[in-house]
Nanobody, 125 residues
């Protein structure tokens, strides 16, 4: 599975961006999917994830109410809609997928098998 993330950029505080992750090599219909981010000097963290089995979603506390993960199976693409962006959202964002990893509303880990190259999101104050 190959994943290609896009949509990052520079935005002002309070602005919005939509990240896309296009998949090839397999259909993501039943894959758990996720968006992760890594800021300079910090560990990579899960931002938003979606279960492949039942569509249950996970959002980190820092993005709840602001970010939404979704998928378009017809386009084999995953999205992350980011609203009300803050400077602390500045990071490289990665999309990931895994056929078997469990995702729930309280759990999304870094252990996904397939990763795309990151896309930079910078939020200016």
């Amino acid at each position: 599975v190959q994943l290609q993330a896009s949509g990052g950029g520079l935005v002002q505080t309070g602005g919005s961006l939509r990240l896309s992750c296009a998949a090839s090599g397999a259909t993501l219909d039943y894959y758990s999917i996720g968006w992760f981010r890594q800021a300079p000097g910090k560990e990579r963290e899960a931002v938003s994830c979606m279960s492949g089995s039942d569509g249950e979603t996970y959002h980190s506390e820092s993005v709840k109410g602001r970010f939404t993960i979704s998928r378009d199976n017809a386009k084999n693409t995953v999205y992350l809609q980011m609203n009300s962006l803050k400077p602390e959202d500045t990071a490289v964002y990665y999309c990931a997928a895994d056929r078997w990893l469990v995702v729930s509303s309280r759990l999304c880990t870094n252990g996904m098998d397939y990763w795309g190259k990151g896309t930079q999101v910078t939020v200016s104050s």
